[in-house]
């Protein structure tokens, strides 16, 4: 069964220090999305990117957050200059329809030093 | 912000019972899916509700998208070990877009055996 994949599973960075997530979403899917997870918390809305554009996102993304689909297949979240509060397992998503089901990749988790 | 609220926050059970959670929220939504989610990974889709008063069975599970759009339930049956795990609501509120999902915080749930 297809699925969303991401590297790196965990990601030591030092806080200042740009970090590239990374997601493969479905193949056949045209919707992507990034939430976060502080731990012990609700999962977050990030952004949305249909069409090699952002479509939404949220008060979290900030000038420091930027996406990209440099590729066919890949998908990544930067993080330009990396705070402790962005300590977070960051989950990639990916849908067919803008109103359907998200699919989750595993997650990265971000631990900023 | 739009908010989910999700209850209980938590459920200790024995096995065997049956489990019922639910969310609301003010605000309408399009569609309702309902997550389940075990330590360090990612959210895994349990059911998907896209109408109103919409009945959905996914073995032992069942959920509900209430009348109002504003409110769903999710109910297990004959729970067993491995239905431990935290449970989200996660809805997508209406207009167009590649709208993110709104999550509520989550019910744990904990089986005694």
């Known amino acids: 069964e297809p699925e969303v994949t991401q590297t790196p599973s965990h990601q030591v960075t030092q806080m200042g220090q740009e970090v590239i997530l990374r997601c493969v979403p479905i193949?056949?899917?045209?919707?992507f999305y990034w939430y976060r997870q502080i731990l012990g918390q609700k999962v977050e809305f990030l952004v949305s990117?249909?069409?090699?554009?952002?479509?939404?996102k949220s008060e979290i993304f900030d000038d420091q957050f930027s996406v990209e689909r440099p590729d066919g297949s890949n998908f990544t979240l930067k993080i330009r200059s990396t705070k402790l509060e962005d300590s977070a397992m960051y989950f990639c998503?990916?849908?067919?329809?803008?109103?359907?089901?998200?699919?989750f990749g595993p997650g990265t988790r971000l631990t900023v030093t | 912000g739009q908010q989910l609220n999700q209850s209980p926050q938590s459920m200790f059970i024995q096995e065997g019972e049956d489990v019922s959670m639910n969310c609301t929220s003010s605000s309408i939504f399009n569609t309702w899916l309902w997550y389940k989610q075990d330590p360090g990974e990612g959210p895994v889709l349990l059911i998907a509700?896209?109408?109103?008063?919409e009945l959905t069975s996914n073995g032992r599970l069942t959920a509900q998208f209430g009348i109002t759009r504003k409110d769903s339930f999710l109910n297990i049956s004959a729970s067993i070990p491995s239905d431990v795990g935290i449970y989200f609501c996660?809805?997508?509120?209406?207009?167009?877009?590649?709208?993110?999902?709104?999550f509520g915080k989550g019910t744990h749930l904990i089986i005694q055996p």
């Open positions: 509700l896209y109408k109103a008063g």
């Open positions: 990117f249909y069409n090699n554009e952002i479509s939404e």
């Open positions: 996660a809805g997508v509120r209406s207009g167009g877009g590649a709208d993110g999902l709104t």
């Open positions: 193949s056949n899917h045209l919707y």
């Open positions: 998503a990916s849908s067919v329809t803008d109103q359907g089901e998200q699919y």
